[in-house]
């Protein structure tokens, strides 16, 4: 990689890929994944600490993005990791172990398509088969589509959308929790999206803030058992669904107060820290690592 990500001004190569995106056919400068910057200007390897020593994870839409910056980043920390992932992500998912195994940690793959709930209770089944418990649920996987005007948003892909970014949030948080214990946490993706009320995401942006409300109801039931929920709200990220999702307006425009869109690895130091006792006094809040966009939380 080079620093060129993380400096001021940086800007994305407008690219269209056929949904869900690829990472490893994005153009221009890789997604970083286990870098961050300096405050010369520079970047640095992360700097692990065991903080997750032991632990075991379950990431969905790990293969790519936000969610395999977060595995690599937990295997850096000590963690293992089940990686749910769709079938044509496969070459993804393949990068996403190699990079975890790298720093001495397991990582399991599973192909499933969570829209089925039969599918969440196999993660959690084949979770359980593999690492033998469910410390760390990271729902992170998403769809989106770009349409203007709700007259033009079909009803099939309203029902996609909530039956891919909401409803398996339920169904995996619901057959993990009785596997999890005191101290455990589950970490759910969010957007500034929900905050902003973005206009040509209509359906994305209702899910993600079905996902904050899902969010503070499931802490409230939880956090008297010692098990936290909380949410991350990230904004402009260079990722596979940028190319794959947004028409050239929007990603030439794709860029935040900080001047460039954030790197998966910024996001990922968020999610590590949201699953160790670090954040132990945090529960049913949401972070929003948007790049400075200041919102009514």
Known sequence: ????????????????????????????????????????????????????????????????GIGRAVAIMYAMEGADSLIAYLEVEE???????????????????????????????????????????????????????????????????????????????????????PHMKRGDTIINNASINAYIGRPDLLDYTSTKGAIISFTRGLHNQYVGRGIRVNAVAPGPVWTPLIPATMNEKAQSSFTSPIGRPSQPSEIATVFVFLANPDSASIAGQTIHANGGVVVNG
């Open 91 to 177: 070459k993804d998912a393949q990068e996403t172990k190699k990079k975890v195994e790298s720093y001495g940690r397991k990582c399991h793959l599973l192909q499933v398509d969570l829209k089925k709930k039969e599918n969440c209770q196999k993660v959690i089944d084949t979770a359980l088969e593999k690492m033998g418990a469910i410390n760390i649920l990271v729902n992170n996987h998403a769809y989106q589509n770009m349409v203007e005007d709700i007259k033009d948003l079909s009803e099939e892909q309203w029902l996609h959308t909530f039956d891919t970014n909401i409803h398996p949030f339920f169904f995996l948080s619901k057959y993990a929790l």
């Open 1 to 64: 990689m080079s620093e060129g990500q993380f400096k001021q001004g940086f800007e994305i190569p407008v690219d269209h890929q056929k949904p869900p995106g690829l990472q490893s056919e994005q153009k221009g400068p890789e997604p970083v994944n286990e870098h961050l910057p300096t405050e010369d200007g520079g970047f640095q390897l992360y700097k692990a600490a065991g903080k997750l020593e032991g632990k075991k994870a379950i990431i969905t839409g790990g293969d790519s």
